[in-house]
C-alpha cells in the first residue's frame, strides 16, 4: 500500500505568495498546502542518498518497482469499486489499437452522441444524461503523451507513479492512467505481428507501465484519416495531436472526460484534488460569455476578485458574446440549442451543472485577431478561411469531452478537416456549440529585483489581443513566456518553471536548503536526470512541527504543519517588488 504523504502551511505561518494569473482561493484549490521533494516523491521511489541520516523526512518506500504491475493494480481497483460505476460493455477492456474495418466506416454515424433533438428511433445526449442513475460516478481517463526516443529519468518515473496512485487507486477508479507512445519507425509492424508490439514495449517502455500503454504510429493514423492531410512521421505529433484521443475515446467509451498530458509537466500537489478541483470549477461555469471570459487571464492583482473580473467581461462585451453554436458549412452542430434567443436574456443560468467539453487551463483565443502562426492553417473546411475557429496556444494539459471527441472524429474521417492541435478541439466545441471552459491555474511570473514594469504593464502585455503583446509577436512580449512557472517551449533553452523545479529537487542549488512549494503546475520540465546533490546533516533543512500527514479517503486533507524554506518564497515572489509599486496594487 503506497501512500501520500504532504504537509500544510498552518494559519501561523507566512503564506503562499499571490499568484500573478490565476487564483487559490476563487478555484477550490486552497493555497495552504506545500510539499518539499521528500515529502512529495519519496513514496514513489525518491531517495537522495543512502547516508542521509535526516529525520526531517518521510522514508522512502521499499518497492520493488519492477515487479510492480500498475495496469493490473488499476484494474484490481476498478473491480472491488464496480458497483459506483455503470456496468463496462465487453470491448471497454480493449488495451491495443487496430486498422479500421469497412464497418466502422459503415458505422461512421453511430460514433457521434446526438444532440438535443430526440427523434422517434434515437435517444438525445441529455435525455441519455438523464437517465443515467444518479448512484453511478463518471469516470476520467488520463492519457501521457510519449514517444520511443523518450528517456524516463527517475523524476519521469516518480511522475508516473504519483498520477497513477492518486488519480486512479486514491479514487477507487474514477480515474484510469494510461501511457500514448508514439513508435517514430513507421517500418515497425507492430500492428500485425503480436511479437513485434511486445518487441517495442520491452524496448521503449518502462515494464512497469507495460499493461498501462498504447502504442501507435503514422500508418494507424493514416489508415483512419486518410482524408486528413499527409501524416508526416517528422511532424505527425504536432499536426495530428488529437487523432490518438480520438480513436482512444472509440476503443475506450467507458470514459467521459479524457485528459492529456505532456510529460514535461509537474504538479507539486495531489493529482485528484487538483483535476477535481478543476472539473467541478469548470462544470459550475455559466455558458453565457464564457468563450469571452476564457480569453483573458485572471490577474487578482488588477481584477481583485473573480465576479469583478466577470462584470468586467460582461461590461466590455456589449453584443452578448458568443451564445451557442458559429455554425460552419460542412459541419452539422451536436451541441444544444440556447434557452433564449438573446444572451442578455439569460441571467448566467444556462450551462450551470453542466459538465465541461473543453478544458484548457491557460486563455483560448479568436486567432483571426492574433498574429498567431498558422492561425489559417485550416483545409478541407468549406468556408476555408471564414471558418469560424478558436485557438489555446498552450496545451500542455487539455480534457475533451468523448462527444467532442467523437465530433472531430466524424469529421475528419468524413470531410478530413483539419487545423492545428491548438485550434482543432477549440474550434470543433465552437462549431459545434460545446461548453468551452478555460480554468484560471495559478501561474508565477518571474522577475528581476530592478524591473520597473508594473501590473499593469503585465495585464496589456498578456491580455491584449491586438498591438504588441503575447499573442502577436513582440519580441519582448514574447520573450516573457521564459519568466512564467507555466507555458510552453518549442526548444530545450532553460526557462523558469524548469529552473525552479530543479532548485526544489535540489539540482543546481548551492545553499543545501530543502525548498517546500505550493502547489504548483509547472511546464516545461526537462533535465531532471541529476541526482540530487549530498549534502552534510548541517546543510540540511531543520524543519520544526514537521508533522507528515497522510491523504486518505476521497475527500483527505492533509494534517500536521512544517515551517516552510522561506527561500522559495523569495524566488516565486520576486515579481511582487514590482507589483508593489502598481497603484492599483497599492489601493487593495
Not at 127 to 152: G, H, I, N, P, T
Not at 195 to 216: C, G, K, M, S, W
Not at 374 to 401: C, E, N
Not at 430 to 456: C, I, N
Amino acid at each position: 500500500m503506497l501512500q501520500f504523504q504532504g504537509t500544510y502551511l498552518s494559519p501561523t505561518e507566512a503564506q503562499n505568495p499571490t499568484p500573478m494569473f490565476g487564483s487559490y482561493e476563487d478555484t477550490g484549490l486552497g493555497s495552504g498546502h506545500c510539499f518539499d521533494r521528500h515529502s512529495r516523491n519519496s513514496p514513489y521511489g525518491y531517495r537522495e542518498s543512502l547516508h542521509d541520516d535526516s529525520t526531517s523526512r518521510p522514508p522512502p518506500s521499499n518497492v520493488n518497482w519492477e515487479n510492480v504491475d500498475w495496469g493490473r493494480l488499476q484494474e484490481d481497483c476498478f473491480v472491488r469499486n464496480q458497483d459506483r460505476y455503470e456496468q463496462r460493455s465487453n470491448n471497454s477492456l480493449a488495451s491495443v489499437f487496430r486498422y479500421p474495418t469497412h464497418l466502422d466506416i459503415d458505422a461512421l454515424n453511430d460514433t457521434l452522441i446526438h444532440p438535443q433533438k430526440p427523434q422517434e428511433d434515437e435517444k438525445s445526449y441529455f435525455d441519455w444524461q438523464a437517465s443515467r442513475s444518479a448512484q453511478y460516478r463518471k469516470r476520467s481517463a488520463v492519457l501521457l503523451r510519449s514517444y520511443d526516443k523518450k528517456v524516463y529519468t527517475p523524476d519521469t518515473l516518480y511522475h508516473i507513479r504519483s498520477m497513477i496512485t492518486e488519480l486512479s487507486l486514491h479514487s477507487g477508479g474514477e480515474y484510469e492512467v494510461f501511457l500514448l507512445v508514439q513508435i517514430l519507425d513507421v517500418e515497425m509492424p507492430i500492428f500485425f505481428d503480436p511479437a513485434v508490439y511486445q518487441e517495442a514495449l520491452d524496448r521503449y517502455v518502462p515494464h512497469e507501465f507495460h499493461n498501462i500503454t498504447l502504442l501507435f504510429n503514422v500508418p494507424l493514423l493514416e489508415a483512419w484519416y486518410r482524408k486528413a492531410g499527409e501524416h508526416d512521421p517528422n511532424n505527425s505529433q504536432q499536426v495530428h495531436m488529437t487523432q490518438p484521443l480520438q480513436l482512444f475515446s472509440l476503443l475506450r467509451p467507458d470514459f467521459d472526460l479524457y485528459w492529456q498530458f505532456e510529460l514535461d509537466v509537474r504538479y507539486t500537489g495531489h493529482h485528484y484534488h487538483h483535476l477535481e478541483a478543476v472539473r467541478l470549477w469548470a462544470e459550475k461555469q455559466p455558458r453565457r460569455l464564457g468563450w469571452e471570459r476564457g480569453s483573458y487571464f485572471y490577474m487578482p492583482f488588477i481584477h481583485r476578485t473573480w465576479s469583478r473580473f466577470c462584470k468586467r467581461i460582461q461590461e466590455a462585451s456589449s453584443s452578448g458574446g458568443i451564445w451557442g453554436t458559429v455554425p460552419t458549412k460542412g459541419i452539422t452542430p451536436i451541441g444544444p440549442d440556447p434557452p433564449t434567443k438573446r444572451p442578455q436574456d439569460d441571467n448566467f443560468e444556462w450551462g450551470v451543472g453542466e459538465p465541461a467539453d473543453m478544458i484548457n487551463v491557460m486563455p483560448m483565443v479568436d486567432p483571426v485577431k492574433t498574429h498567431m502562426m498558422f492561425r489559417d492553417w485550416i483545409q478541407h473546411y468549406p468556408d476555408g478561411l471564414k471558418t469560424p475557429r478558436w485557438s489555446a496556444p498552450v496545451t500542455p494539459m487539455i480534457a475533451m469531452s468523448k462527444r467532442l471527441l467523437r465530433a472531430m472524429h466524424y469529421s475528419q474521417v468524413s470531410l478530413g478537416t483539419q487545423m492545428m492541435p491548438e485550434m482543432f478541439p477549440e474550434s470543433s466545441a465552437l462549431q459545434h456549440g460545446l461548453k468551452s471552459v478555460a480554468f484560471p491555474e495559478p501561474v508565477y511570473l518571474d522577475l528581476k529585483a530592478d524591473d520597473k514594469r508594473t501590473v499593469e504593464d503585465f495585464e496589456r502585455m498578456f491580455n491584449r489581443q491586438d498591438g504588441e503583446s503575447i499573442w502577436n509577436g513582440g519580441s519582448k512580449e514574447a520573450s516573457m513566456a521564459k519568466h512564467v512557472t507555466y507555458w510552453w517551449s518549442a526548444n530545450f533553452k532553460p526557462q523558469y518553471a524548469n529552473v525552479l523545479y530543479r532548485k526544489w529537487l535540489g539540482i543546481d542549488e548551492a545553499t543545501g536548503f530543502r525548498l517546500s512549494a505550493p502547489v504548483a503546475l509547472t511546464q516545461p520540465i526537462r533535465a531532471t536526470v541529476e541526482i540530487a546533490p549530498r549534502y552534510s546533516s548541517l546543510q540540511r533543512l531543520k524543519m520544526k512541527e514537521d508533522v507528515q500527514g497522510t491523504f486518505a479517503g476521497g475527500a483527505g486533507r492533509p494534517q500536521g504543519a512544517c515551517r516552510c524554506g522561506q527561500r522559495f518564497m523569495e524566488i516565486v515572489a520576486s515579481y511582487g517588488r514590482s507589483a508593489g509599486r502598481s497603484r492599483e496594487l497599492a489601493q487593495l
